[in-house]
């Protein structure tokens, strides 16, 4: 009975928040495109920050909802000039960080076939050029960057990024500057990639990202 009578006021409070929190945030943040923002969970901290010049171009709905009960706050920072452009529905889930630096862009696919998003717990830093193709999908505990974000001498720190259409990524992996993921990849949990190019159709694994397999299908 208890349970009933807290269930129903926060079931009331979240049909009436969740869309005027939405439509908050598509109106403030959104600078280009005919997409929205929807949260469907009305406690869940959300973060978005942007400097001057920066777009967000929204092509689709962008859908965060916590993963599981989580409840680490969203984070999406856009520095001076960056450019955030999302081609379709994308889907994030708690503690994901999103941030670009100035100047820099991400563009995201995407869903086509499939959903496409990121689970939880994940960090996108963009310094210059990250690029994530259709129907993608990240598991928790992943970072993406296209820099080392120090500078070691004689060495260049960084590197565009770019992962193909239908992509998995599992727990825990790292993609690092100068990745080229093909379409349909798998990049098996704890894995770390940085500064390949791998064909369309293969299964990459472990702290040297070595391509496992070939010729794989996968779906969700």
């Not at 599981?68 to 856009?78: D, K, R, T």
């Not at 889930?93 to 076939?113: C, E, Y």
């Not at 770390?192 to 010729?215: F, H, M, R, S």
Request: hydrophobic share 40%; glycine share 10%.
């Amino acid at each position: 009975m208890i349970i009933k009578l807290i269930s129903i006021p926060k079931i009331i409070f979240q049909r009436i928040f969740c869309p005027l929190r939405s439509w908050i945030l598509t109106k403030l943040y959104v600078d280009k495109g005919k997409g929205r923002i929807i949260v469907k969970d009305p406690f869940l901290k959300i973060r978005i920050k942007k400097g001057r010049g920066s777009i967000f171009e929204l092509n689709g709905i962008l859908k965060i909802e916590p993963y599981i009960c989580g409840n680490a706050p969203v984070n999406i920072v856009l520095s001076s000039n960056s450019q955030l452009i999302i081609n379709g529905n994308f889907d994030i889930g708690h503690g994901v960080t999103i941030s670009l630096g100035s100047n820099s862009k991400l563009l995201i696919g995407g869903a086509l076939a499939e959903s496409s998003g990121i689970t939880c717990n994940t960090l996108i830093l963009v310094y210059k050029h990250v690029e994530i193709g259709k129907d993608f999908i990240c598991a928790w505990d992943v970072t993406i960057t296209d820099s080392d974000w120090h500078t070691i001498v004689g060495t260049e720190y960084f590197k565009s990024v770019t992962i193909g259409d239908h992509v998995w990524i599992a727990q825990k992996s790292c993609i690092l500057k100068g990745s080229e993921i093909g379409n349909n990849c798998i990049i098996a949990a704890c894995s770390k990639v940085t500064n390949k190019k791998y064909p369309d159709n293969v299964l990459i694994a472990g702290t040297t990202g070595g391509v496992v397999k070939e010729n794989i299908s996968w779906k969700r």
